[in-house]
C-alpha cells in the first residue's frame, strides 16, 4: 500500500494498491505520534473533495487501483505541526507464492497457496509516509477541521516526511481463503 498526500490540502489521502495481487482495504486508522500539545485524529473521509476514487472502507482494490482515505485532528491551535501516522489494515488472498504480498510470507503455517487451494492473508501496516497536520484558531470556522495557522504564510497541511523506520509489513494470520480466486 502507498500513501500520498493529497494537493487539495485537507487532510485527504489516496491509497494505492501498489503490490500484482488484488486486496482489500478493510479500513485506514490514524494515529498522533508527536505535536506541540495534546490532539488526537480520527478517521473521515466525508469532508474530502469528491475525487471520484471510493472510500478506504472494505473495497476491494486491483492492482493500481486507489481509494481515499481521510483523517480529522482535534486538538489545540499551533503554528507548530503535530506528526500523524496513518495505518492501512488490509488483506490479501493468495493463490501462489511468487507475487507480492504474499511472497512477504515467510510462515505459511501449513502448505503454500496454489490456485486450487488459496491462503488468505491479512496485516496492518505502517510503512507509509508521516504526515504533518496543522490545527488552526479557535477562530476557524469548524475547530475539527485541518487547517493552516493565520500567523504565517499558509504551508501545506499534508506534507510527506521521511517515513520513521517501521517493520516491513509482514502480512499476519495467513489462513485457508474464503474468498474464490480471481479469474485471468
Not at 498526500?5 to 498522533?32: K, L, Q
Request: hydrophobic content about 30%; charged content about 15%.
Amino acid at each position: 500500500m502507498h500513501l500520498d498526500g493529497n494537493p487539495n490540502e485537507d487532510g485527504c489521502m489516496f491509497i494505492t494498491n501498489g503490490t500484482a495481487t488484488t486486496g482489500v482495504v478493510e479500513s485506514v486508522s490514524f494515529t498522533v505520534i508527536s505535536g506541540p500539545r495534546s490532539a488526537a485524529a480520527r478517521a473521515n473521509v466525508t469532508h474530502c473533495a469528491p475525487t471520484g476514487a471510493p472510500p478506504c472502507n472494505g473495497i476491494r482494490l486491483g492492482a493500481g487501483s486507489s481509494c481515499l482515505a481521510g483523517a480529522i485532528l482535534t486538538g489545540d491551535a499551533s503554528p507548530t505541526p503535530y506528526l500523524v501516522q496513518a495505518a492501512v489494515h488490509f488483506r490479501y488472498v493468495c493463490v501462489t507464492v511468487e507475487d507480492t504480498p504474499c511472497n512477504e510470507v515467510k510462515d505459511w503455517q501449513g502448505p503454500p497457496p496454489t490456485l486450487g487451494a488459496p491462503v488468505e492473508i491479512s496485516g496492518t501496516t505502517t510503512d507509509v509516509p508521516q504526515i504533518e497536520v496543522y490545527v488552526g484558531s479557535s477562530s476557524s470556522p469548524s475547530p475539527s477541521s485541518l487547517s493552516s495557522p493565520s500567523s504565517s504564510p499558509p504551508p501545506s497541511p499534508l506534507r510527506e516526511t521521511s517515513p520513521a523506520p517501521s517493520p516491513t509489513t509482514i502480512p499476519e494470520n495467513p489462513g485457508p481463503s474464503t474468498e474464490e480466486p480471481e479469474e485471468e
